[in-house]
Each structure stands twice: as C-alpha cells, then as structure tokens.
C-alpha cells in the first residue's frame, strides 16, 4: 500500500511539491482538498501502490466518490493536451481540487514551467489582467493557455467589454478550454466573435479531465454509446473509485479487449464520430407516461434567450406523476415559454410553471446546485 497525503489546496501553490513526487519520484499519493480546519478528516491513511492521485467529487446531486487516478493516466491525459495544444505557460483560475485545474499543473510540470498561479487573490477580471501582466514584466512570452469553468468565461466575456486590456489578455491567450460543465451556444458565440480560442471539452475525473474537444475525441481517445450512455476509452482512464468496488464495476466496464469509461451522459455520435452530449441520463423523467428531458428543456430556453440562466427540475404530480419546473431570475410569460418549448420540442415538453428567485444558487465550480434549487422549489409550493 501507498501513504496517501492530504493537501491543503486553499492556497494552490502548495499542490505544486507534492503532485511532482506523487508523479514522477514515486512520492505518497495526493488528495487535494479545498482547506479548512479539518483537511485531513475522514481520509483514508493508504491507498493501493499503483494510485497517484485522489479526487474527491459530489457533483451537482451529492452521492459523494473518490476517483482513484494512477500516475500513468494522469500523464497520459496532459500529454493528450500538451500535443494538441504544443508548447506554452499555463494560467491557473481553476481550484486546484478540481481535476481540471490539477491538470493545469501537470501539462507545466511536463513543460518544465511552473503556471501562473492567481492566488492569493480571489478570480477576478482585475486579478486575471494584473497576473498576466505580471509575467510579462518579468520578461516572459509566448503562448498561454487557460482552463475555465462557463461561469468565469461569461463573467470575464462581459467584463472584457469595458475593460480593454482584460480584452487583450483573452485575445492573448492561445487556448481557453471551458468544461465542467455545458456551455451554452450564445456564449460561446459571443466569445469567438470578441476573438477569444475557446475550445468546448468534455470529460470527467474518470478520464483524468477533458479529453473530447468541440465533440471530437483526441487522439488515443475513443467514444461510443453504450445502453444509452456516452462511454470513453484510452490510457487516461481512472483505475475507479476508492473503496467502492461495486460503482467501479458499474462505471468501468471491459468491451472487446478495451476498457471503458460508461458516463452518467447521453449522447449522440454523428457518422464522423463528433459527439453531443444531450445530458444526464437521470435528468430525463416520465411525465403523463412520455420521457421528457430537463436538459433538452434548459438548453432550448437558455439558447432563446428566454431565461440564459434556466435551471429545470423535477417535481412530482398527482395527475401527471412528474412536472418540469423552470427556475431562473427573470420573469418569462408561462403561455409563451410553453408554446416556444412545444415548437422545439414537442406538445410533451411542456413546463409546469416558473419559479422566479434572486439568484440561482451555485457549486463552487459555476454549476447549478441542483438540491439547493429543489429546496427552493419545494419552498414555493
């Protein structure tokens, strides 16, 4: 067995040591965590000899897990990136407890740099310009590249409105990955016309972070459907979840000499294999006995315009079983939104009503917190 060693991330700098031993000088294993009084609580002390790296993850519906990533994976996966991008620094505005952002910090290490760490201060328009300003007075150049969440891609869009310099920056930087998360079309948009390089990515902590750019896997990463789920291939698969083995059977999955990573995701893979992802197979309910998709039911509502921060969730019925319910912070008229659903989706795709909050609670990664809203939405019934 392998010491697993707790770090303390609330200051990313202090992952940069231990995940280059845990990597490449066969050091403890790592689990970053976010800080707090008790980092090193309810931690397992070991953890299997071939597992570097440890990532804690809820999601946006709780069920807690631990993927277990080995040392080989984890490499594999920012080699896949380094090779598609090429040489270049990396900004660091992602936590460092996110595999994304520890990604970050393995695709510098295999470039022998160190990446532009924001911290101490909080992600900021402000910080971004002042951090990348920073490292040129130091006499750096070159290509940059930075990973984002949707969240801080539209807050920086919007900023970088009114704020020239932050528009040079991202004008700057070579590559934003945004994943964690859908990105809606009119954001994105909005971001490729101001001349920002987003690239849209797919992937999890199971697949050592996004692997699948603009629907298309990179090289030595497969994709197929399996029983209706988007399911992935390649070195940079995680060795499964620690101490769970009946999730790991579930999840990871032996197919034709090849193992697979079997998603929580539906998708679809054209004739040239591009994929789009639909969204979570358990968003989709049964509502007056036709299956109705939550996510098909954000995505229209968020690419009209009609509410751009749309969160739709599920409550039951007694006529119907289950209901759609929009929550948002604008105030659509319910008869239009229904008829605009009906006229891209069908009759079936109807929502129930509108819950109009102040703001749309949220994770710490950007995303919805989706039993914070269901509590709301139990509040208003």
């Known amino acids: 067995m392998r010491q697993l060693s707790v770090v303390d991330v609330g200051d990313p700098r202090s992952l940069w040591e231990p995940l280059s031993a845990a990597l490449f000088h066969a050091g403890p294993a790592v689990l970053p965590r976010p800080g707090g009084a008790k980092v090193s609580h309810t931690a397992p002390l070991e953890v299997p000899d071939d ?22 994976a984890v490499l594999a996966g920012a080699r896949i990136t380094n090779d598609a991008l090429g040489e270049g620094s990396w900004f660091l505005a992602l936590p460092a407890h996110y595999i994304a952002g520890i990604q970050v910090c393995v695709r510098a290490h295999l470039g022998g740099t160190e990446p532009l760490f924001l911290h101490p201060e909080p992600f900021s328009a402000t910080a971004v310009v002042n951090r990348v300003d920073e490292w040129e007075a130091e006499g750096n150049e070159g290509s940059i590249f930075v990973s984002l969440v949707p969240a801080q891609l539209q807050r920086l869009t919007e900023e970088a409105a009114h704020m020239p310099r932050l528009h040079e920056v991202m004008q700057r930087w070579d590559a934003i990955l945004v994943g964690g998360q859908a990105l809606r079309p009119a954001l994105a948009e909005q971001a490729r ?37 988007i399911a992935l291939s390649g070195p940079m698969l995680a060795s499964g979840y620690l101490e769970d083995p009946e999730r790991t059977a579930a999840s990871f999955l032996d197919r034709e000499e090849k193992r697979w990573y079997v998603s929580d995701d539906s998708g679809e893979i054209d004739d040239a294999g591009r ?12 509502s007056g006995g036709l299956k109705v998709s939550l996510a098909s039911l954000e995505r229209v509502l968020q690419a009209r315009t009609v509410a751009t921060d749309a969160v739709v969730v599920a409550q039951p019925d007694d006529t119907w079983g289950q ?16 008829a605009l659903l009906a006229e891209a989706l069908g009759p079936h795709a109807r929502i129930s009503r509108v819950v109009q909050v102040r703001e749309i609670p949220l994770l710490s990664s950007g995303k919805p917190d989706r039993l914070a809203v269901l509590a709301l939405v139990k509040g208003r019934s």
């Not at 597992?51 to 080989?72: D, N, Q, Y």
């Not at 390089?197 to 692997?211: H, L, N």
Request: include cysteine.
């Open 275 to 286: 994929l789009s992802v639909l969204g979570r197979v358990d968003d989709v309910i049964i």
């Open 193 to 229: 016309e101001a001349g920002y390089r987003v690239i849209r990515t797919y992937g999890s902590s199971e697949t050592a972070g996004g692997c699948v750019w603009d629907g298309v896997a990179l090289p030595g990463v497969e994709l197929r459907d399996i029983d209706g789920r």
């Open 323 to 338: 209901v759609p319910v929009l929550v948002t912070i604008t105030d659509p008229d319910l008869a239009e939104t229904r």
């Open 51 to 72: 597992i570097a790296l440890v990532i804690e993850t809820s999601g946006t519906t709780g069920a807690p897990k631990r993927v277990a990533l080995t040392a080989e």
